[in-house]
């Protein structure tokens, strides 16, 4: 089966046949990969433990099918065009046979240091190519990469390190982002302190800035290079996996405080990962493509580096943000490389919004074919804009909903083929089944709907387990309705039978496309000495999507209550990350509590979104008046 559908009518049928027919649909798509060795079964699953299995007995390396079976037709095909944070310096260009040597030499650096198939490495690197080259040199030797993007903290990076246990760290001296320097061997340092599991740490030179190298830990990237190369052999033999082995580990966060390790396997992810890059943005060999992510985040994992490395393109990765050095860089990479696709965040177009046409003007944007989005609802006016400036309304706009626990898009356009509607994720791609259900978990029929969205269905990419603890994994997707995965996010279904996301209906946030958990974000708030209480919420923001809402009950130690303020900001940022900072503090003597004394975030919402007039009954607080005394706060 030809991965890309082509025309609206195919993408019904297929889609029915998806339906009906999910394993022999699968079995199709999963044809058009490499294994070692077939399937002996394509599915087998039941979501009430969960236990999901895809292509078992079949085996693979995920690599080989993002390089080796490049090389014969198109090893010097540009796979990577690395493009440096600072414009000033040069922009690199690997082509597949170079990153698949430098994958196997770096594969071999990792057995040399002690890796072996099933161990866990924390990757803690900047946005340059040797990332990607060490997630598939991980991959390659059957080792389980937990990339943590390189904007947590310290604190985060311990607790994910050791809820995996894992053995050895790749980080780098530092990191350039815009005009900053981050000191990530410093942040892994702080961090390592925490780790018994730890005994290497590799490190790569990127910013020059002095570190301490600790004898017998730490080890420089480039010497060990150099070793494997004067041990002369360039190759490394992909491992065999079973397709369900661990192939990697994202920490995501949830309602509840920790965040936690989605499990992805090797064969079902890369059938995802692959299958919905090629069709969603319908890749021709030769377009330039471009998604503005992070590694560290799902996106990054599934398109950037395992699906379009899967379809043989020509990715551009990018180091930098999209302001520095201004508000055109975007626009220069556009025109600089030609990129035909780009794949970014609304929280990005918001902001580049905001500078007007300006950094537009002299702009060549005639490359660009396709637009995606990702990451949170895009608003109508930002999709508009993307539309008309970025796009010269010539270019289909896909907005891709999806999940880091579902591997890959799941409900969106596809490039040129499904009619698209602003804000609208539109419809289920082939093979997924989305359902709307009520409070009691009861399926709601028809369109022109709304409810909780959950999938009913297994696909390749769905989540397997949370490292380390499966009844979380059972408890958080699988237990609130049975037989169904659920979302957590809220969704309508128009006449057209359409889908529209409309946000999270848990206690998660999306701060800028990155999700984060009020509970995690209040136990950091809390860890402040001066705090007493605390509860967060989101509210609207004009650029970030959410905004971090926070009230605060201080004790009585604290005088300056500005200085207090700072120093709660400092105290999330060392706990968590600077993204997870409150954007308004409120401090306050009490909260809103029932009579059970349950916190009544309703209420705290409604009061930071200021729609102080719908605030329903509040007589049956435990403690009324202190809605009011909210309320005049703000
Ligand atoms: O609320 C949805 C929102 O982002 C959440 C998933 O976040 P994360 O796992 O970090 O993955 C982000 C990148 C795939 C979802 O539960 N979300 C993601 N894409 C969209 C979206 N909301 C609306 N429209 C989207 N296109």
Redesign the pocket.
Known sequence: MNLQIKSFDEYKRVYEYSVNEPEKFWAEIASSFTWKKRWNSVLEWNFKEPNIKWFQGATLNITENCLDRHLENNADTPAIIWEPNDPEEHHRVLSYRQLHDKVCQFANVLKNNGAKKGDRICIYLPMVPELAIAVLACARIGAVHSVVFGGFSAQSIADRINDAACSLVITADGGFRGNKNIPLKDIIDDALVQCQSVDKVIVLTRSRTPISMIKGRDVWWEDEIKKVETQGNPDCPAEEMDAEDMLFVLY?SGSTGKPKGVVHTCGGYMVYAGYTFANVFQYQPGEVYICTADIG???GHSYIVYGPLSQGATNVMFEGIPTYPDAGRFWDIVEKHKVNILYTAPTAIRSLMSFGDEPLKGKDLSSIKKLG??????NEEAWHWYDEKIGAKNAPIV????????GGIMI?PIAGVTPTKPGY?TLPLPGIQPVLVDENGKEIEGNGVSGNLCIKFPWPGIIRTTYGDHERCRQTYFSTYENMYF???GCLRDEDGYYR?T??VDD?L?VS???IGTAEVENAINMHSDVVESAVVGYPHEIKGQGVYAYVILGTSSHDKELTRKNILQTVTRIIGAIAKPDKIQFVTGLPKTRSGKIMRRILRKIAEGDIANLGDTSTLLNPAVVDEIKDGI
């Open positions: 995501t985040w799902i996106t989005s990702v990451g949170e609802p895009i907005d891709t909903w999806w999940q880091t626990e579902n969106s994720a979302t957590g996010d996301i946000g999270r998660v999306n496309g990155h999700r």
